[in-house]
């Protein structure tokens, strides 16, 4: 089947570096997304890999192993409107996404 | 980025009654659009999935004849929750897909939280 792994939460201080991780398992591969969620709210793009490697935008940072079904979201200089559920997704063989549960992050002061 | 709306942002309705959600791509054209429904602390669950002028491709156990999906345009696509139930409350988000060129992504509406009376 097809299944896609996150933290359930993580805490963290603010001006902190977090790293959440997602592993996937995916009958295909198209690109993998990450999502911010404020509750209450739609998820917003942040991040979208196809290729193996790093991508930098500004404080976050997504990283890609496709040979390893692996991805993580980095965020630096934490600030407390970080504080939000992150979801995975990737796109499988038919471009249907595919969802973690979405890791809840709390930012502490 | 690209901008994805959605009206209404809250409906309230009666039990019975049917309400329409339209979700427009403002400034880019979709080939796709989806549907997608969330129930608190979950993740979001597709419904299912529309291109431009065809039959919408519905996930298993969602009904079609409940929620009705229309795809006029490029740019506008419809859900229609018809004869609505309080277990039908939920939040409604629908999505666009881009392609072409450096883009290829899927944004998401800013979501309409349905209650039913």
């Known amino acids: 089947g097809q299944n896609i792994d996150q933290p359930t939460e993580m805490t963290a201080t603010e001006g902190a570096i977090v790293q959440i991780n997602c592993t996937y398992q995916t009958s295909g591969f198209n690109g993998l997304f990450w999502y911010q969620q404020h509750a209450g709210e739609a998820p917003t793009f942040l991040s979208y890999n196809v290729l193996d490697g790093l991508e930098e935008k500004g404080r976050f940072s997504s990283f890609l192993s496709r040979s390893k079904g692996y991805s993580y979201l980095l965020l630096k200089e934490l600030q407390m409107k970080d504080s939000a559920s992150y979801l995975c997704?990737?796109?499988?063989?038919?471009?249907?996404?595919?969802w973690g549960a979405g890791t809840k992050l709390i930012i502490k002061p | 980025g690209a901008v994805v709306s959605q009206h209404p942002s809250r409906v309230i309705c009666k039990s019975g009654t049917s309400v329409k959600i339209e979700c427009r791509s403002l400034d880019f054209q979709a080939t796709t659009m989806f549907w997608y429904r969330q129930f608190p602390k979950q993740s979001l669950m597709l419904m299912a999935t529309?291109?431009?002028?065809?039959?919408?491709?519905?996930e298993q156990g969602v009904e079609k004849d409940k929620f009705l999906i229309n795809h006029a345009s490029l740019t506008l696509s419809t859900l229609t929750v018809t004869s609505a139930h309080p277990e039908d409350s939920s939040f409604y988000i629908c999505s666009a897909r881009t392609t072409g060129g450096d883009t290829d992504t899927q944004y998401f509406g800013p979501g309409t939280r349905l209650t039913v009376l």
């Open positions: 529309s291109n431009e002028g065809s039959k919408a491709t519905y």
């Open positions: 997704a990737v796109w499988d063989s038919n471009y249907q996404l595919i």
